[in-house]
């Protein structure tokens, strides 16, 4: 089976990889069965790579107990996610980035006068005094140089040993910051050029995607740290001057996406570490949603021609502060909207109806979904992974521009769910007239499912019931 | 006609009230099919009973309302209409204000109506325990109402 | 029920009997039919011109009267031993039979009426009721030829041999058998009692339903009397005599309920009688309605009745077990009394077509204005009942008077059998085995009842 191999460079790979990860949750469609994501951020202690680390780590954990063979319906973790094999970590380390000054890291005082001096002119002293424990803090320049060493880790040689033909790459940057905008250009060179690794003749002729991520946020201005966002578009224009040439120009990418926002949005200003949590945005999802795309994308339209496309939404206003559903293209819709809801659904029903139902429910009662299974290692990770779910809807509505297509924080009425979107009434059978809320809930999850695999385990029954009843739920209230 | 009277044999709410409701006939000296009353009063009982059953099961079918104490307060709903209903019936006897009254040499007094009332109260129970127990699985939120259902599809 | 006139409930069924015009079917509802009614139709008897009339509209293949007028015979003994009852129209016996027989008259129900004296041999005396019996004197009957001794049994035979279905014969005697020379005087009078057995079979086997009713009065006797061994003595006395009616049942039982009704002897008081026929009770009533009663009294009994006929788990009510019942016998208490209804010497339990044994049980009223029933039966058991099938016949039997009045020796009358008749039991058992002859028994209704 073919794999899709996502290379997320710094932040915004993180928080873009974070996305793509809430959306296979909630059984977005993906046309390639395995997705490995590589995380690229020298930034060890990035508060959203972490977060992105934990999900995909906790949605394997999830997945582990899961069947999908043709007797089930569930989509919801469908899509493998897995760490390159033999690579115990999603993370790929930047050696010799540690408690280093990038002066000490170029080992300037190894060199010679002349090329001391030609440092000294290409990279300001601040630069230089710059210790790299937590990126390049928006300075490519000083990205470019460390990250040259790329090819020869041992992650690389990992890649490579297990890249096979028809495996495809993708690679996820932001043009503005200081990882990405220089990850993004050296790894590409990489891939096309290296004839080192194992299966390099693979690589050289995969298929490969980006997508660029445009300036969409600006920190507040703060002195004393290292990143200055008033800087941002400027390195945006001469980053996509090179990419003209260096990278669409001599089509070694297949496909290029862009996307950014007229309206950034406004981030207190950390330089790194812990501390650099960005609230989800939705440019994020869009962008993860181009992954989507260029999986579904078949090889013979990715010959030729770098293919390039650019991002929109479906609305006249301008200065939309909210985006919902209704304002996405029909594409974006068709693919997102349902899985979404139906997610949400069954985390609105795991918070705050299961504990007091399941005791009482034929659903529970005839799958044996009993107080063993509810405190199970398999259910605290799916809680947890719920959790992280409802926190990135959250993050993603409380941005500027906010995507709030849900309004999530509701309790009852729980069909009042998806903002735009009035729910229909059920008037048959007649008991779903007088259900409602999370009782109706109950109702679909009691229907006598046909075609329904006794023989599946209980946490794969579970997963299933719910897919199942979401499905058919969102189908009725909200026609998806 | 005998298949009716056939559930009210038991001798718990008076022999006189039996042959009354039986449809005796002091001037024929013998039972008449008209004076009859237990095709009607089975038939309300046990309608009534697969009414609730229905009502229950399939009309409200609701996940909220299907745990045993739900089901024992449909049941108590159903005992306690047929309770008032019967014993209706026979206090209407005794006084004359029914098409049937009672005979004066038969004994029945409003004791014999009050536990008619009971008698009848608990045989539209036991129709509906019977109704519930063997109709219940295609019922889907109440499938295991009162007690969990042998029969499982998941 | 009982309130409805009394003509009413017996026209229907009786009519229904004399205006039938099907001949040859059987009349009345189907019930518990003692007599077998689909025989064959017989012949009808020549006409004999010293012979009693009879009745010219009898038909020529029925046995039953298809005239509700039929003709009336009277035969008067005439022996010796009838002397001392008359005294030239004041005794009461004369007054009596006058009465009795004018009352036929004024009815006006027969086509005829026709006087006969009857002795050795029959003696036609006319249509003149005065000239009859009026004027009678203790002379009148030596030159009416009146033997001294009786031959009772033969007369019955010559009475009941001289008439058909649509005749009524009235015989009116001292019914006192007389042996006279013969010493075997016990076999003579089964002898008599044969030869009224016998005349009731031959003519019940020819006209199959018959009616016997009998009064018995008391009168004025002043005369000589002839004791059983022929010994004449002078008496003047009470004595009784007695009335015989024969006839089919309709007429009989129109006669004494609507013609000459027992409350039409004003003269002297009909001291006891007694009536048998072989029409089951179910071809005289329309009702013949007879169930359980419901066991909500300690009266009736403690079982469970299932149906009117069908009882079962029969437990014990006080001292023993016991069920109740009650069935329709107006017809019979009208025609045969209450006490003689409801004596239970005139019921037995049957099993099959035979007698099982008597009754055992209680016989009363029912006063339950609105119930169909006349009586109430209670029967009583000392061990439970077995289960099967229970049946009570009524069976009219000889009555107890018959035997108190039987005189065993009238050489003498000291007191206690003044009023008593010389070897009467001898007629009325007799009468009563000429009913249930050669194995048949007359059942006159029966009520079958399935013990569970």
């Known amino acids: 089976m073919a794999k899709l191999y996502v290379f997320g460079i710094g932040g915004t790979g993180s928080r873009t990889l974070r996305a793509l990860t809430m959306m296979l949750a909630s059984g977005v469609e993906c046309k390639f069965d395995t997705v490995v994501p590589v995380i690229i951020d020298p930034d060890a202690s990035a508060a959203d790579m972490s977060r992105t680390v934990d999900a995909m780590t906790r949605y394997m954990e999830v997945r582990k107990s899961l069947d999908f063979n043709s007797a089930n319906e569930n989509r919801f973790f469908k899509t493998?996610?897995?760490?390159?094999?033999?690579?115990?970590?999603?993370?790929?380390?930047?050696?010799?980035?540690?408690?280093?000054?990038?002066?000490?890291?170029?080992?300037?005082?190894?060199?010679?006068?002349?090329?001391?001096?030609?440092?000294?002119?290409?990279?300001?002293?601040?630069?230089?005094?710059?210790?790299?424990?937590?990126?390049?803090k928006g300075n490519p320049n000083i990205g470019s140089v460390v990250l040259n060493q790329f090819s020869t880790s041992d992650a690389y040689k990992a890649f490579s040993n297990n890249f096979e033909e028809g495996d495809r790459i993708f690679i996820i940057s932001s043009i503005f910051g200081g990882t990405g905008a220089s990850g993004f250009p050296l790894l590409l060179k990489t891939l096309r050029n290296d004839q080192t690794s194992q299966h390099w003749n693979y690589i050289k002729n995969a298929k490969i995607g980006a997508v660029t991520v445009l300036p969409y946020f600006s920190v507040e201005q703060d002195d004393n740290s290292g990143v200055d966002s008033s800087t941002f578009y400027s390195k945006t224009k001469s980053a996509l001057a090179y990419y003209d040439r260096n990278i669409t120009g001599?089509?070694?990418?297949?496909?290029?996406?862009?996307?950014?926002?007229?309206?950034?949005?406004?981030?207190?200003?950390?330089?790194?570490?812990?501390?650099?949590?960005?609230?989800?945005?939705?440019?994020?999802?869009?962008?993860?949603?181009?992954?989507?795309?260029?999986?579904?994308?078949?090889?013979?339209?990715?010959?030729?021609?770098?293919?390039?496309?650019?991002?929109?939404?479906?609305?006249?206003?301008?200065?939309?502060?909210?985006?919902?559903?209704?304002?996405?293209?029909?594409?974006?819709?068709?693919?997102?909207?349902?899985?979404?809801?139906?997610?949400?659904?069954?985390?609105?029903?795991?918070?705050?109806?299961?504990?007091?139902?399941?005791?009482?429910?034929?659903?529970?009662?005839?799958?044996?979904?009993?107080?063993?299974?509810?405190t199970s290692q398999y259910y605290s990770d799916l809680k947890k992974f719920q959790d992280a779910y409802g926190i990135w809807l959250d993050e993603l509505g409380r941005n500027k521009r906010s995507f709030k297509p849900f309004d999530e924080k509701r309790i009852?009425?729980?069909?009042?769910?998806?903002?735009?979107?009035k729910a229909h009434k059920i008037m048959w059978p007649l008991h779903d007239l007088f259900a409602k809320n999370y009782a109706l809930m109950d109702s679909f999850l009691n229907t006598n499912w046909p075609k329904w695999n006794k023989t599946a385990s209980k946490e794969q029954k579970f997963m299933e019931l719910f897919y199942r009843a979401t499905a058919k739920l969102t189908s009725k209230k909200y026609n998806f | 006609m005998e298949f009716f009277s056939l559930f009210y044999q038991l001798n718990v709410y008076g022999q006189d009230l039996f042959y009354h409701l039986k449809g005796w006939d002091n001037g024929m000296q013998d039972f008449v099919a008209a004076n009859n009353q237990?095709?009607?009063?089975?038939?309300?009982?046990?309608?009534?009973?697969?009414?609730?059953?229905?009502?229950?099961?399939?009309?409200?079918n609701h996940p909220r309302f299907n745990k045993f104490w739900h089901w024992l307060i449909a049941l108590a709903v159903l005992a306690i209409g047929i309770f008032i209903w019967s014993r209706g019936l026979v206090l209407a006897d005794i006084t004359g204000a029914s098409m049937h009254p009672v005979d004066p040499s038969l004994n029945i007094s409003a004791d014999n109506a009050m536990m008619f009332g009971v008698y009848n109260a608990v045989l539209s129970a036991i129709f509906f325990l019977f109704f519930s127990v063997i109709g219940r699985f295609g019922s889907k939120n109440c499938k295991n109402t009162p007690w969990k259902s042998l029969i499982n599809r998941k | 029920m009982k309130t409805r006139n009394l003509f009413q409930i017996l026209s229907i069924g009786i009519s229904a009997l004399l205006l039938t015009a099907?001949?040859?079917?059987?009349?009345?509802?189907?019930?518990?039919?003692?007599?077998?009614?689909?025989?064959?139709?017989?012949?009808?008897?020549?006409?004999?011109?010293?012979?009693?009339?009879?009745?010219?509209?009898?038909?020529?293949?029925?046995?039953?009267?298809?005239?509700?007028?039929?003709?009336?015979?009277?035969?008067?003994?005439?022996?010796?031993?009838?002397?001392?009852?008359?005294?030239?129209?004041?005794?009461?016996f004369q007054q009596v039979v006058k009465e009795y027989l004018s009352g036929i008259n004024n009815a006006g129900f027969a086509s005829a009426v026709n006087y006969y004296y009857v002795?050795?041999?029959?003696?036609?005396?006319?249509?003149?009721?005065?000239?009859?019996?009026?004027?009678?004197?203790?002379?009148?009957?030596?030159?009416?030829?009146?033997?001294?001794?009786?031959?009772?049994?033969?007369?019955?035979?010559?009475?009941?041999?001289?008439?058909?279905?649509?005749?009524?014969?009235?015989?009116?005697?001292?019914?006192?058998?007389?042996?006279?020379?013969?010493?075997?005087?016990?076999?003579?009078?089964?002898?008599?009692?044969?030869?009224?057995?016998?005349?009731?079979?031959?003519?019940?086997?020819?006209?199959?339903?018959?009616?016997?009713?009998?009064?018995?009065?008391?009168?004025?006797?002043?005369?000589?009397?002839?004791?059983?061994?022929?010994?004449?003595?002078?008496?003047?006395?009470?004595?009784?005599?007695?009335?015989?009616?024969?006839?089919?049942?309709?007429?009989?039982?129109?006669?004494?309920?609507?013609?000459?009704?027992?409350?039409?002897?004003?003269?002297a008081p009909i001291r006891n009688q007694w009536i048998i026929f072989n029409t089951p009770l179910s071809a005289l009533q329309d009702n013949n309605k007879y169930g359980l009663l419901l066991p909500n009294t300690a009266k009736n009994g403690q079982y469970v009745r299932k149906s009117g006929t069908e009882l079962r788990t029969i437990q014990k009510a006080g001292d023993n077990y016991r069920f109740s019942f009650g069935a329709n016998l107006l017809t019979a208490q009208f025609l045969m009394g209450d006490d003689y209804v409801e004596d239970t010497r005139n019921y037995k339990q049957m099993i099959g077509k035979a007698v099982k044994e008597k009754f055992y049980g209680e016989i009363e009223k029912d006063f339950n204005q609105s119930s169909p029933f006349s009586e109430i039966f209670r029967v009583d058991s000392d061990s439970p009942f077995q289960k099967g099938t229970f049946s009570l016949a009524f069976i009219p039997e000889v009555p107890d008077w018959a035997y108190e009045c039987t005189d065993t020796d009238d050489r003498m009358f000291n007191g206690a059998n003044d009023n008593k008749t010389y070897g009467l039991n001898n007629i009325f058992e007799g009468v009563f085995n000429g009913f249930n002859n050669g194995g048949h028994i007359n059942i006159l209704a029966q009520f079958d009842f399935e013990i569970k």
């Not at chain 1, 996610?81 to 540690?98: A, G, H, R, V, Y």
């Not at chain 1, 009852?412 to 979107?421: C, H, R, T």
């Open chain 1, 80 to 136: 493998e996610i897995c760490p390159i094999q033999d690579m115990s970590t999603f993370k790929l380390t930047l050696e010799n980035t540690e408690n280093v000054t990038f002066r000490d890291y170029m080992k300037t005082n190894q060199m010679d006068a002349a090329s001391k001096a030609l440092i000294n002119m290409l990279f300001s002293q601040a630069n230089l005094d710059s210790d790299m424990v937590v990126g390049f």
């Open chain 1, 250 to 374: 001599n089509n070694s990418v297949n496909a290029l996406y862009y996307i950014g926002d007229s309206m950034p949005a406004s981030y207190k200003n950390h330089d790194g570490g812990s501390e650099q949590r960005n609230d989800a945005h939705m440019v994020e999802l869009f962008a993860a949603l181009s992954i989507l795309k260029f999986a579904a994308t078949p090889d013979n339209e990715l010959d030729g021609k770098t293919q390039t496309y650019e991002y929109g939404i479906d609305t006249n206003d301008e200065d939309i502060k909210q985006v919902i559903f209704k304002d996405l293209g029909s594409e974006t819709r068709r693919l997102i909207q349902k899985p979404l809801s139906m997610f949400l659904l069954m985390n609105k029903y795991m918070k705050n109806a299961l504990a007091s139902q399941y005791k009482f429910q034929p659903w529970a009662k005839d799958c044996g979904l009993d107080e063993n299974f509810f």
């Open chain 1, 412 to 421: 009852v009425p729980l069909f009042d769910l998806v903002n735009g979107q």
């Open chain 2, 38 to 60: 237990f095709p009607t009063i089975w038939l309300v009982t046990f309608l009534s009973a697969v009414a609730m059953f229905v009502v229950f099961y399939y009309i409200l």
């Open chain 3, 22 to 92: 099907c001949i040859n079917g059987t009349p009345g509802s189907s019930g518990n039919s003692a007599v077998n009614k689909n025989t064959p139709a017989v012949n009808v008897p020549t006409a004999d011109p010293n012979a009693p009339q009879t009745s010219a509209a009898t038909q020529e293949t029925g046995v039953y009267p298809t005239t509700p007028n039929p003709v009336v015979n009277v035969y008067l003994e005439i022996s010796g031993s009838m002397n001392g009852y008359v005294n030239g129209g004041t005794s009461t």
């Open chain 3, 119 to 267: 002795g050795s041999k029959i003696t036609p005396k006319g249509n003149d009721l005065n000239n009859y019996i009026t004027k009678l004197t203790p002379s009148s009957f030596g030159a009416a030829g009146g033997g001294a001794t009786t031959d009772i049994g033969g007369l019955f035979k010559t009475i009941l041999g001289n008439m058909d279905s649509n005749t009524i014969s009235i015989f009116i005697s001292d019914c006192i058998i007389s042996p006279g020379s013969n010493t075997n005087t016990a076999a003579y009078a089964r002898g008599q009692m044969t030869d009224v057995r016998d005349a009731i079979v031959s003519y019940t086997n020819q006209y199959e339903d018959l009616a016997c009713l009998v009064y018995q009065f008391d009168s004025e006797f002043n005369g000589r009397y002839f004791d059983y061994q022929n010994h004449p003595r002078k008496v003047n006395m009470q004595r009784p005599f007695y009335i015989w009616v024969f006839g089919h049942t309709a007429h009989v039982a129109m006669m004494k309920l609507q013609y000459v009704p027992d409350k039409d002897f004003k003269v």
